[in-house]
Nanobody, 111 residues
Framework: QVQLVESGGGLVQPGGSLRLSCAAS????????MNWYRQAPGKEREFVAF???????HYADSVKGRFTISRDNVKNTVYLQMNSLKPEDTAVYYC?????WGQGTQVTVSS
């Protein structure tokens, strides 16, 4: 079965950094584009970044230059390095492969 398990969220101050991880299993991981989305309370789920099977990346304008998505095809893990965090980055962050979602990991950016 397909499983996506996020980790690495937490509480950080504005300007701080976090690295989120998504451990994937149950499918041919290296063949799929992997995505990060986020959702703040009362708001729609928002695209953050994707990385293709061959390493191409794309970012939402709101995180471009601050976040970096990467993947390790040996560990079957996708990462989201988040730098220069802002309060508006506060959300639950979800790992996604087309049609499948993880449970999410909470990121809170606050003083």
């Amino acid at each position: 079965q397909v499983q996506l398990v996020e980790s690495g969220g937490g509480l950080v101050q504005p300007g701080g950094s976090l690295r989120l991880s998504c451990a994937a299993s149950g499918f041919s991981y290296s063949s799929y584009t992997m995505n990060w989305y986020r959702q703040a309370p009362g708001k729609e789920r928002e695209f953050v970044a994707f990385i293709t099977s061959i390493g191409g990346t794309h970012y939402a304008d709101s995180v471009k230059g601050r976040f970096t998505i990467s993947r390790d095809n040996v560990k079957n893990t996708v990462y989201l390095q988040m730098n220069s965090l802002k309060p508006e980055d506060t959300a639950v962050y979800y790992c996604n492969r087309m049609a499948y979602w993880g449970q999410g990991t909470q990121v809170t950016v606050s003083s």
